[in-house]
């Protein structure tokens, strides 16, 4: 076996102990805090973006509560906006409703008179028209030509008796 | 890792051809042998390799790491929570050694499952010298924290006092093996893996044409093998970590 060849054990613990040894040092001063270094910024960096991140949510939910207040606000502006309009909107009808309809009663009034002018000429006119022919007809009949006075009060009884 | 026929045994290749140092660079210090030798060599190599791989993927020091970043991390963060888990906050001033120890045997066993190259891991002498300073490092360590009271690591808390007659000896021995075990578990490891490959590549140079059988089974070993590089290069840190936490917080 080789190994237990002990020709070579001096030089084997020499270029373990000089290699190792120079290993170690590179390594402890050199490449090492290289290492963690970079580990140490990356988790820098890491913790620093989550930081931002969680900083980013709280604005943005703030942000969102105040959209969302915004928005009722607004909505009751408009709710109020459109009642108020409503409202305008139905005392104008009320209004123009009355006016025509006064204007109807007006108009209607207006008529009914001129109708019972017309029908009290119209009375006026049946009654003279009834005593001429009453008078008429009683010189016809009778040959007695009756006074203005007793023709008229009778058709005047007459037409009450009528209705 | 050369194939030299042996030509006594008859079998094509020698499994143990792989295993032998040989200088590149002959120094000699007075009486000590200090040659440059292939062991050193692929040491060299696997250092080199690790601060490479380390520090060309992170030269970019990318926010979202590529690919060689992110192995470069994740081998970073693995042995940065092996030891946060198993030694605890005071851990992390070894976290360098730790780290370096980790990275020189994953590499120095991947690396050794290069055709022709060496696996200097495979050697007791080294995995052994490794096992020892940390042996020794994490007693020191636990005597200057604790001072007498580190003794108390060989009697189970608790326990019957008249039990340490029996406890207090298994607990040394147990305690005193564990650079041998240490050591000897990436050494025989290794060593093992690598005397499959080359016995299996004897069978295939042997068999002709049923070759492809321990061909077949040498892709399987081979597979298993890097899954042993990494395996045991993981253990020997974890348990470096283990014996660690013991001397800082006394079980």
Known sequence: MPQLDPEFFVSQLFWLVVVFATLYFLMSKLVLPRISEVLEERQDKVDDDLARAEKLRIEAEAALTEYEEALAVAREEAAGVLKQATDEMKAQAVEQQSAFSRKLAEQSKEAEDRILAAKTEALGNLKSVAAEAAVAATAKLIGVTPGDGDVSKAVDTSMEGQG | ?251
């Open chain 2, 1 to 251: 890792m050369a194939e030299a026929p042996n030509g006594e045994s008859g079998f094509p290749v020698d499994p143990m051809h792989q295993f032998e140092v040989q200088a590149i660079v002959p120094i000699h210090v007075g009486d000590l042998n200090l040659s440059f030798t292939n062991a050193s060599l692929w040491m060299v190599i696997s250092a080199v390799a690790i601060l490479l791989f380390l520090g060309l993927s992170m030269r970019g020091r990318a926010l979202v790491p590529g690919r060689m970043q992110s192995m470069a991390e994740l081998c970073y963060e693995m042995i940065a929570n092996m030891v946060r888990d198993n030694v605890g906050q005071e851990g992390r001033k070894y976290f360098p050694f730790i780290f370096s120890l980790f990275m020189f045997l994953l590499f120095g066993n991947l690396l050794g499952m290069i055709p022709g190259s060496f696996t200097f891991t495979s050697h007791i002498i080294v995995t052994f010298a490794m096992a020892i300073v940390i042996f020794l490092a994490v007693t020191l360590i636990g005597i200057m924290r604790h001072g007498t009271k580190f003794l108390s690591l060989f009697f189970p808390h608790g326990a019957p006092l008249w039990t340490a007659v029996i406890l207090v000896p298994i607990e040394l021995i147990s305690y005193l093996s564990r650079p041998i075990s240490l050591s000897v578990r990436l050494f025989a490891n290794m060593m093992a893996g690598h005397i499959l490959l080359k016995v299996f590549t004897g069978f295939i140079l042997l068999t002709g044409v049923l070759g492809v059988i321990p061909l077949a089974v040498l892709i399987g070993i081979t597979a298993l093998e890097f899954l042993v590089a990494v395996l045991q290069a993981y253990i020997f840190t974890i348990l470096t970590c283990v014996y660690l936490h013991d001397a800082i917080h006394l079980h």
